[in-house]
């Protein structure tokens, strides 16, 4: 796993494969699916993220790979429910996670040695949170470019319903030396907004869009409508007495899917 760490996939791909026999658990498939995908193996890291998932149902990562690897083959309803699988698991993760903060916080190990494990668990606990949101995200765009929207719909209000969303996008994702923000360009961003724009250029040339509208420039503008409120909740409950429960960010979400929906489509008024 060191050399995988390290960035050399080629030593690491060679260890991981003679840990498959001895070690048939579904971290040691996870991690080889994981070297194959980096490495452009796509073929490879799908039989090796399905053998994971058939060892350990629990394998998270495992099912995040496989949405990728459909995402990329636009299989959407595929790429959807393995999201869907993969948020699940890294909900479960979040909460053992918290419940070992919890325990380490009421141990009786010393202060020096608390601090450090709290400081692993808590880095551990936001890299989870961010990985499950990621996932829900990708959950939505798989079952919106199924032709699923309520599903899609279900997944984004999923994603938004918890607190601690904007200060970590805001903090480790936005921030220039963001902590997260690579893996969030990879995982999210360079995955579901290159297609995204596909999506927006095929609508243009079909009639559902207005051609003229720049399907880069849509998909930001797509982007900013969807991501964008759900960052300044914090500042907009005060100041505009918005309620962020359950029928406000309903409300929220009807709104600007209208919103956008009135300014791109071919029955409105460009």
């Known amino acids: 796993m060191n050399f995988h760490e390290l960035g050399d996939n080629e030593r690491a791909a ?31 890291a799908e039989t090796d993220f399905k053998t994971a998932v058939g060892l350990d149902a629990g394998e998270s990562d495992a099912f995040f790979g496989l949405g990728k690897i459909y995402a990329q083959k636009s299989v959407w309803m595929d790429s959807a429910m393995n999201f869907m699988f993969a948020g699940y698991g890294f909900d479960y993760d979040e909460k053992d996670i918290l419940t070992k903060i919890g325990l380490v916080e009421g141990s009786t190990m010393s202060e020096e040695r608390k601090a450090k494990l709290l400081a692993r668990k808590k880095f551990q606990l936001e890299k989870t949170r961010l990985t499950k949101a990621t996932a829900y995200f990708n959950a939505a765009a798989g079952y919106y470019n199924a032709g699923v929207p ?55 040339r079909g009639g559902a869009m207005h051609a003229d509208l720049d399907p880069r420039l849509t998909v930001i503008s797509m982007l900013s409508l969807g991501l964008w409120p759900f960052l300044a909740l914090p500042v907009l409950e005060k100041a505009l007495g918005f309620q962020p429960d359950e029928a406000g960010i309903e409300r929220l979400i009807e709104h600007t899917v209208r919103l956008f929906k009135a300014g791109t489509s071919t029955g409105a008024t460009p």
Do not use: M, Q, Y
Request: no cysteine; net charge positive.
């Open 14 to 44: 060679v260890e991981v494969e003679k840990a498959k026999e001895p070690l048939r658990v579904g971290r040691v498939f996870t991690l080889s699916g994981t070297i194959a995908l980096e490495r452009g193996l796509v073929d490879a």
């Open 150 to 204: 309520d599903k899609a719909l279900t997944w984004v209000r999923t994603a938004a319903a918890h607190p601690w969303l904007p200060r970590l996008i805001l903090r480790d994702v936005l921030a220039p030396h963001g902590g997260f923000r690579g893996r969030f360009v990879k995982d999210f961003a360079g995955l579901a907004a290159p297609k995204a724009a596909l999506l927006a250029a095929r609508s243009g």
